[in-house]
């Protein structure tokens, strides 16, 4: 009689635990198993800022290039395109109080734009939609007139970097004048994306697919005029954060989303989690490890690898594609059956099941989603209190 009370209550606790973990259990397991390793290097910043660039662009394509996976395919490094930056001399020359911009499209920028088309079509470079600037030029200027660093990077010698800006101020989509940031109005934020992707086509003969935020901050509304100019895929950290907080920290995550979710407006997520940023002090040894635990859970890995490792002195760049050679050497050794594909492509493959790509039996499908969800910190640590991991570890033995 005991026995059957207790057996009761513990299946009641186990019912609920799984009621209240019901939503991130189901996207995982809606969330796609892929059958194969993936990695994509994903490298956002470059395009109207500074010249050396192109060098950096040529180096970089050679690297990739040099690689194969198993069926003949070169790693791809997708490039998130920024497609204007501030006419430094032109805002100084005419006093500081007007904005002027220099887009990628003038014959200034040809050696770069030439770099970029000539790894997209030798397939080691994929162009991603990053913004019109790495900034909202309002909330810029705006905090120009209070901020004698700002003001001084508008108006300095030469063509700068972004990277430079404080950190706050590089999220396009907010306005980071003030903070708590302040939500862009409807009109203007759907003028500047129809905008930036005519100004795209104007660049690169192609309208853009896949788009990526500036500092992951958007919104709901950004995506939605996003659908308008046609992209179809958007690259996340796993979540949408659609402002800078009090202390400029990225703020308002409003929607946590997995691979191959939809949006609102029908585009498929991508989740970017992963990090190869050499001058950080990120190892190959790292990142492999990184993807042996994509792998084990069945997803791909996306890679963040900023354009600033790859500017600035020649010893940086240089160190920097040391590194990244060593580890496509060792990713290569380490997972022999290691595909590279782009992001679009992969996008496309999961939305359309490609059973290639994405796995169909159910065997191993439960298998992958038992190690997922022993990810999701308080239910694994709840099982396994109140004994719900053994069952889940059985079911784990009979499908592995
Ligand atoms: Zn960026």
């Known amino acids: 009689m005991l026995l059957s009370y207790f057996m009761f209550f513990l299946l009641l606790f186990w019912g609920g635990l799984l009621g209240f973990y019901a939503k991130d259990l189901l996207r995982n397991w809606r969330e ?5 390793p993936v990695v994509i290097f994903e490298s956002d910043d470059w395009g109207a800022g500074p010249l050396d660039q192109a ?3 040529e180096k970089l394509r050679e690297i990739l290039a040099a690689f194969k996976d198993v069926a003949g395919r070169a790693p791809a490094a997708t490039l998130g395109i920024i497609l204007a930056i501030a006419d430094t001399r032109r805002i100084r020359d005419m006093g500081g109080h007007e904005y002027f911009s220099a887009s990628l499209a003038e014959p200034l920028f040809d050696p770069l734009r030439e770099a970029m088309l000539e790894g997209a079509r030798q397939g080691v470079f994929a162009l991603h939609l990053h913004g019109m600037e790495h900034y909202w030029p309002p909330a810029l200027m705006e905090a120009a007139a209070k901020d004698v660093n700002v003001r ?5 010698d030469g063509i700068p970097g972004t990277e430079a800006l404080p950190s706050a101020l590089q999220s396009g989509w907010t306005d980071a004048s003030v903070l708590p940031s302040q939500a862009l ?3 203007a934020l759907h003028a500047a994306i129809s905008e930036e992707a005519s100004q795209f086509f104007a660049c690169f003969n192609e309208r853009p697919r896949v788009a990526v935020a500036t500092t992951f901050v958007w919104t709901e509304e950004v995506e939605i005029a996003w659908a308008r100019s046609g992209i179809e895929v958007i690259i996340t950290p796993g979540a949408r954060y659609t402002c800078r907080d009090e202390t400029g920290k990225p703020g308002g995550a409003d929607k946590r989303m997995a691979n191959g979710e939809l949006s609102r407006s029908g585009q498929i997520y991508l989740v970017r989690d992963a990090y190869f940023e050499p001058t950080l002090g990120h190892t190959p040894e790292q990142l492999l490890r990184d993807v042996k635990e994509h792998v084990r859970l069945g997803r791909p890995c996306l890679v963040e690898m900023h354009r600033f490792n790859f500017i600035g002195t020649a010893e940086k760049r240089d160190a920097s594609l040391h590194a990244l050679k060593t580890a496509l050497q060792q990713l290569q050794s380490g997972f022999p059956d290691l595909r590279f594909m782009t992001s679009l492509e992969l996008a496309e493959a999961i939305r359309a099941k490609v ?19 022993g990810q999701i910190r308080g239910f694994s640590r709840l099982a396994g209190i109140s004994g719900l991991a053994i069952p889940l570890w059985l079911i784990g033995k009979v499908t592995r």
């Open 185 to 187: 109005s409807s009109e």
């Open 32 to 36: 796609p198993v892929l059958r194969h």
């Open 55 to 57: 060098k950096s662009l």
């Open 152 to 156: 001084g990077w508008l108006q300095s």
């Open 355 to 373: 059973p290639v790509w994405v796995e169909t039996k159910t065997v191993l499908r439960i298998n992958v989603w038992l190690r997922r969800i």
